[in-house]
Every structure is written in structure tokens, then in C-alpha cells.
Nanobody, 120 residues
Framework: QVQLTESGGRLVQAGDSLRLSCAGS????????MAWFRQAPGKEREFVAAVSYVGERTTYADTVKGRFTISRDNRVNTIYLQMNELKPNDTAIYYC?????????????WGQGTQVTVSS
């Protein structure tokens, strides 16, 4: 069983920065691609960013490109999402996910989510 636990979400103001973390069981970090998704109230869950197992490849949604950075540290089984220039429409529950393939990212495991609220 793969376990993922997000942390770092909180209330911030527009323009602030925030870093989310997702710690996983060792199995989650053995040859698995990882990603962040988010779900705003009344909306479907959407892709935010993904990182390959080694970390040399990353992909971003257009809405966050240039503001968010995904990274991973396999030594401590953790991925991160550095979020800069936050906007009110970034408000959502942020989830990390694990998938066996980076090129065709189909989440197999999900964390429980962490709430990010950006006030204007």
C-alpha cells in the first residue's frame, strides 16, 4: 500500500509564497512519477504539475507555469510544490498523486489533500 501525506497548506494573501510537501512511503518513491492536482470548490480536480522519478522532467499546467515549481527529494521520499505569486483563484485543496508512468500520468494513489486559501 502506498501512503501519501500532504502538508503545508494554510491561509495566505495574494502575492505570497507557499511551499507544499508530500511525504510518502518508500514504495511510492521507487520508480514512480509524482504530481500535484488541485480541486477548487464546485470544480473538478485539475492537474497542476508532475515530475518524473529522477526529477529531470517536469510538466506544468498553463495556469501555474512560471509561478509554481515542482521538485522531489528521493532521499527523504518527499515531493514539493513551491508556489509563488499566489492568486485568489489558486484557492483549492491540493493533492499529491503517484503514477507508474510520467509520460501517461494516470494516478494510482492519492494523498488526503491540504487546503490552500488565498485571500485578496
Amino acid at each position: 500500500q502506498v501512503q501519501l501525506t500532504e502538508s503545508g497548506g494554510r491561509l495566505v494573501q495574494a502575492g505570497d509564497s507557499l511551499r507544499l510537501s508530500c511525504a510518502g512511503s518508500a514504495r511510492a518513491y521507487t520508480s514512480w512519477a509524482m504530481a500535484w492536482f488541485r480541486q477548487a470548490p464546485g470544480k473538478e480536480r485539475e492537474f497542476v504539475a508532475a515530475v518524473s522519478y529522477v526529477g529531470e522532467r517536469t510538466t506544468y499546467a498553463d495556469t501555474v507555469k512560471g509561478r509554481f515549481t515542482i521538485s522531489r527529494d528521493n532521499r527523504v521520499n518527499t515531493i514539493y510544490l513551491q508556489m509563488n505569486e499566489l492568486k485568489p483563484n489558486d484557492t483549492a485543496i491540493y493533492y499529491c498523486a503517484a503514477a507508474p508512468s510520467y509520460s501517461s500520468f494516470t494516478p494510482q494513489y492519492w494523498g488526503q489533500g491540504t487546503q490552500v486559501t488565498v485571500s485578496s
